[in-house]
């Protein structure tokens, strides 16, 4: 299935060319065509839908998806945003050929997920088993209780555990605070969590360019000139 739209030329020139204001061109008018979206899973990457659609096509529609993310919420929302194509993502926006974006992308994209061979984001989550805090305070209780309620006869100790572990985190919680309260249980001091962030410098930087009226300018000729080049990517001229 061909996905260009048919357009004249003056068409073209106006879908290449369109900005919003306060924006970057994104060449948008090229891929939110009916020859586009009406095939089922255009926009997933990964999608059979998606793979119908020319590269040019394909890096216009990640160009357009980093310019969102980025004004949304930065460059570090874009990688938590697309985890399951950043390689895809890379590769893609190479093709736009645009040195300063490039030299500013690759190593915030390096920073915030590895190998863009095999990209891993990194982990915002703090490290130990407060992390995962729901989890291990009910693990806690139910060991606590069990105790308590065994602590003459230590082998019924796992039934016990067995059977506060049917109840939901409600009851649990309740019966382990009223423990607490009555000092038939001491609570489990917590500890601080020592946890650095993950760095983010490249990842700042990008953002501090990328917002910069320059950079939007910057666009109209950079992305406007990789229009242009694979202008029989994007659409099919009539006339």
């Known amino acids: 299935m061909d996905t260009r739209p048919t357009l004249t030329p003056e068409d073209f020139e106006e879908r290449a ?5 306060g924006w970057w061109l994104t060449g948008e008018g090229l891929i939110h065509t009916p020859s586009v979206m009406n095939i089922p899973g255009w926009n997933l990457y990964g ?3 998606n793979a119908q659609l020319t590269e040019a096509q394909r ?8 310019v969102g993310q980025v004004a949304n919420g930065g460059f570090e929302q874009f990688i938590s945003n697309y985890t399951e194509t950043l ?6 926006i190479a093709k736009l050929e645009w040195p300063e974006l490039f030299e500013r992308f690759d190593p915030a994209f390096r920073e915030q997920a590895g190998d863009p061979a095999n990209p891993q984001p990194v982990d915002l989550s703090p490290w130990g088993w407060e992390a995962d805090e729901p989890g291990a305070h009910r693990a806690h209780m139910l060991d606590s209780l069990a105790r308590h309620k065994t602590r003459w006869r230590p082998w019924a100790r796992r039934r016990e555990m067995a059977l506060y572990d049917q109840l939901s985190d409600t009851i649990l919680q309740t019966l382990y605070n009223m423990a607490v309260s009555n000092g038939e249980i001491q609570p489990v001091e917590k500890h601080q969590v020592e946890y650095e962030p993950p760095p983010c410098v490249a990842a700042e930087a990008f953002d501090t360019w990328f917002y910069l009226d320059s950079t939007r300018q910057e666009s109209r000729h950079y992305v406007g000139s990789y229009i242009r080049a694979h202008r029989d990517q994007l659409c099919r001229i009539d006339g």
């Open 87 to 92: 390689a895809l993502a890379h590769r893609l």
């Open 17 to 21: 060319t369109y900005v919003d204001s």
């Open 47 to 49: 999608h059979s839908g």
């Open 59 to 66: 890096v216009l529609m990640m160009w357009s998806d980093l």
